[in-house]
């Protein structure tokens, strides 16, 4: 049998010092991970448990150089996150086992329609439309650090033309790496292939068309795009 029509190939990011590629297979994200950012969106940061969103593979792109501002928004949003690569699954995982599926780390930018998500919020819809679009994902080329955590003295932060907007310790989590991928993994049946958004520190706000964004985590890839 043949199909129908071609197939997409996988997504598949570069990763520093390999030949090889990472192929891509689901991005998961975690709703509200930073204290100061769960209080600025209007949320108890205390109370309430992390939540997770999906993006599907159109979402991602690979060091933009430009991603093209979405339809259907007048507020998009930046939000910089550490990027977890999975290379091994497993379901109900142990937090002491966690890491052993963390093939390494990358730098993210959840974009949003932030307008959109209000909506969603108020009507108690679904966040498809405000987090799932075309092009929502920019990703860095990936650092390989299988088996570890990711270190938490290292600061994410993100700039726009070179204003600065967001800056934390990834030790400012509220749920760790490895109590994220336990949580997750009670969820879905993690598979190789996996990418998880770690949620977003305090700062979001707004990007226009012609924007320069750049966010960096201490010892990854950096992304720097435009909004175009
Ligand atoms: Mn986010």
């Known amino acids: 049998m043949t199909y129908l029509f071609k197939p997409e190939d996988p997504k598949a990011l570069p990763i520093a010092g390999e030949d090889t590629l990472f192929p891509v297979h689901r991005i998961f994200c975690v709703g509200r991970n930073y204290a100061k950012h769960a209080e600025e969106m209007g949320s108890d940061p205390d109370r309430e448990p992390p939540f997770f969103f999906m993006k599907p593979d159109s979402a991602l792109m690979i060091n933009p ?134 949620g977003t520190p305090a700062g979001v706000g707004p990007l226009d068309i012609g924007d320069r964004v750049q966010a960096e985590i201490d010892g990854l890839h950096p992304l720097d795009f435009k909004i175009g």
């Open 65 to 198: 150089q430009t991603v093209p501002f979405p339809s259907a928004t007048q507020k998009l949003h930046h939000e910089v996150e550490l990027v977890v690569a999975l290379h091994k699954g497993g379901e109900n995982l142990k937090k002491k086992e966690a890491l052993s599926c963390v093939y390494g780390y990358g730098t993210g930018v959840d974009l949003t329609r932030r307008d959109l998500q209000e909506v969603a919020k108020d009507k108690r819809h679904p966040w498809a439309s405000a987090k799932a679009f075309d092009c929502s994902a920019p990703v860095s080329t990936l650092t390989p650090l299988p088996g570890q955590e990711w270190d938490g003295n290292s600061t994410i932060r993100l700039s726009v033309n070179d204003e600065r907007r967001q800056k934390a310790e990834i030790s400012h989590m509220t749920w760790s790496i490895r109590e994220v991928i336990s949580h997750l993994s009670r969820l879905f049946a993690l598979m190789p292939g996996d990418l998880i958004f770690t």
